[in-house]
């Protein structure tokens, strides 16, 4: 008799394990990881592994994703619930590529393009709103099979949300306000966490007629959605809650309307959230202080951009600070000019970022303190260039007195043109803190030079005949082009009064011209003199101090220009403007004799067309950038929100 179940194959162990090696390989599903590009490719993987016990395997890099395997579909469906996790400052994002199973949203391009006309057939243009609601009843995707398992049903929210995102890079018209969810059987948002992703500045939200129970369930939307104003959750579990109010009004911070009932005054909460202040591209405290900022901030950047770093030591003293903090956090994909693949491995040994540093260790560490090892930082950072004449628009500066000196800030941008003359793990201040740093600098491509936004911070004291810096901070951050931004007041409207809106209706929020608060004359410099953009930083008179700033520059002494040439200067332009210009409006002489021709005939221009006052005149003229145009514009568009007490003399 032959025994059917006498199979040398089988009753072999190594055959059995190949046999089940074999099994968990055809259930592997392959996934992507995006997110990850301020570390290694280790430290994301390890990092998945301890935070959700799901082991990545057989990874590799191609392009700007990092590609590998989990066990099973199980896996990776659990994997897409941690999309947005927080790592090395940035939101990783989780994706499923392939499922072997053949169960998979998003697997093949028919049912991506089955998904996409989806998305475009719920999506209404006008209301800007997309409405997914009920989708286990549309017959399209019953049809199609998309809901025949609780796999195909636990990845279909996120396979939405990720070809709504490719949309809306793709098509400008497919812009999302409002989302209705409502009638999907939802017990939590696990599978939606991607959409404060997708969907950053969402304005209207539905989620009406679920199964949602527990407050934990939204946590993870705290503070992502910080443009909600409404918010409709009845017939949830959740709202029988005696706390429910409180903790929506926690978790969404500009919520308006909760269920159609108003819980914050609006007025009051943009009173808070739009303080009453002037934007300014260059703020100082008085005029001599912003005079000597820009003098010093010009001669300090120009040794710190040669090769003669160190010749910046002789205004540091033994007890001075300098510190580097990096924020590696990514801009928006929507925002203009920016670098979506910033490098910081050349800046994260010397990081003192306290967010990210938590050990008290650490972070004393890297407070370079004294000579020495302020100068060893200084050559463990790359060589720069920075562009103060050339691109003026890119920069901002604030100078302010604080005892017992002052303190000057600059933002702006930098390009690095080499690396550090110093090795950046000998310029860490203890070797024992240097395991991990080392694991950043196995990616070359992490330490590759670009351009880099910044700010930076010094606390300048007079002492004696000169000034010391006792205190300097440097903060580098993904290049974006222009730290300082005026917007146009063409484009803003009074604020329509809001009826509440039926989850379908988003909200149209603009914000009327600033002229509610006068000018303050008493200081015209501060409210409406710009710095002359053709050469910001050239100042001719510094602040007077024992002695001015001396700085060693191959043998030659950097002293600030003397101030006979800035008077001389000043008096001619104000014979040439007096004899020039007939003066309609009385403009207090303080406030004239900072203006040029072309401002004060711009100022008269507008005061006789509008009839505003000098108050108002000079503000309308600082908000629409001295461009008549635009200034006649934003009046009309503000004519019915202007007191009385803004016209006259």
């Known amino acids: 008799m032959i025994n059917r179940f006498n199979n040398t194959n089988f009753h072999n162990p190594n055959n059995l394990s190949q046999l089940a090696q074999q099994n968990v390989n055809s259930n592997k599903v392959k996934i992507s990881i995006n997110g990850w590009q301020n570390a290694t490719q280790n430290d994301v993987i390890n990092f998945i592994s301890r935070k959700t016990r799901i082991a990545v395997v057989d990874s590799y890099i191609d392009g700007q994703l990092v590609y590998g395997f989990v066990n099973n579909i199980t896996q990776a469906n659990n994997l897409l619930n941690y999309n947005g996790i927080r790592f090395a400052g940035n939101a990783l994002k989780f994706n499923i590529i392939n499922d072997q199973n053949g169960t998979g949203v998003g697997t093949t391009n028919n049912t991506i393009k089955l998904l996409t006309e989806f998305l475009y057939k719920r999506f209404n243009p006008q209301l800007k709103m997309l409405d997914l609601s009920a989708l286990h009843q549309d017959p399209v995707l019953v049809s199609n099979g998309l809901f025949s398992s609780l796999s195909t049903q636990s990845k279909m929210f996120p396979a939405l949300m990720k070809l709504a995102e490719s949309e809306s890079g793709k098509n400008p018209a497919f812009i999302i306000e409002s989302i209705n969810l409502s009638d999907n059987n939802l017990k939590d948002v696990n599978g939606l966490n991607s959409m404060a992703l997708t969907f950053p500045t969402l304005k209207n939200l539905c989620l009406a007629n679920n199964q949602i129970s527990k407050f934990r369930s939204l946590e993870n939307w705290k503070n992502k959605f910080k443009y909600l104003r409404e918010l409709i959750l009845t017939n949830n579990p959740i709202t029988n809650d005696l706390s429910y109010k409180n903790e929506m009004l926690r978790l969404f911070p500009r919520l308006i309307l909760l269920d159609n009932v108003y819980v914050r005054d609006e007025t009051k909460l943009n009173s808070i959230l739009n303080l009453p202040f002037y934007k300014k591209q260059f703020f100082w405290e008085n005029d001599q202080l912003g005079q000597y900022a820009t003098d010093f901030i010009s001669n300090f950047l120009n040794l710190w951009d040669s090769n003669t770093r160190t010749q910046l030591l002789q205004l540091y003293t033994p007890q001075s600070q300098f510190s580097t903090s990096v924020d590696s956090s990514i801009p928006t994909s929507t925002t203009p000019n920016s670098d979506q693949d910033p490098s910081f491995g050349l800046y994260l040994p010397l990081s003192r970022n306290i967010s990210k540093v938590s050990s008290s260790k650490s972070r004393l560490e890297r407070l370079n303190v004294g000579l020495e090892q302020i100068e060893k930082a200084f050559r463990s950072l790359p060589k720069t260039k920075h562009f103060l004449l050339e691109s003026p628009h890119n920069y901002s500066v604030e100078s302010w007195g604080f005892a017992p000196g002052f303190i000057i800030t600059l933002h702006g941008f930098y390009e690095e043109v080499g690396k550090p003359d110093l090795d950046r793990d000998l310029a860490s201040n203890s070797n024992k803190s240097n395991n991990r740093n080392r694991r950043y600098n196995n990616n070359n491509n992490n330490n590759r030079l670009g351009k880099k936004a910044f700010d930076r911070v010094w ?88 002695q001015p700033l001396q700085v060693q520059q191959s043998g030659a002494i950097l002293t600030p220009p003397t101030s006979a040439g800035t008077n001389m200067s000043n008096a001619s332009a104000n014979n040439i403007i007096n004899t020039s210009t007939t003066t309609t409006l009385q403009i207090p002489p303080e406030i004239k004799s900072k203006l040029n021709m072309q401002q004060l005939i711009l100022v008269n221009k507008i005061h006789l067309e509008t009839k505003l006052n000098v108050q108002y005149t000079l503000m309308l003229c600082e908000q629409s950038g001295w461009n008549y145009d635009v200034a006649i514009r934003g009046f009309q568009s503000s004519i019915n929100n202007i007191p009385r007490e803004a016209y006259g003399m």
């Not at 974006?480 to 149209?508: D, F, I, N, R």
């Open 459 to 546: 606390l300048v004291i007079p002492q004696g005949n000169s000034v010391i810096v006792a205190s300097d901070m440097l903060c580098v951050r993904a290049y974006v082009e222009g730290s300082w931004v005026k917007s146009p007041p063409s484009q803003t409207k009074v604020q329509p009064q809001q009826q509440p809106l039926q989850a379908q209706q988003p909200l149209q929020v603009q914000q009327p011209l600033q002229v509610q608060q006068p000018l303050q004359v008493q200081q015209p410099l501060q409210a409406q003199q710009p710095l002359q953009v053709q050469q910001p930083l050239q100042v001719q008179q510094p602040l007077q101090v024992q």
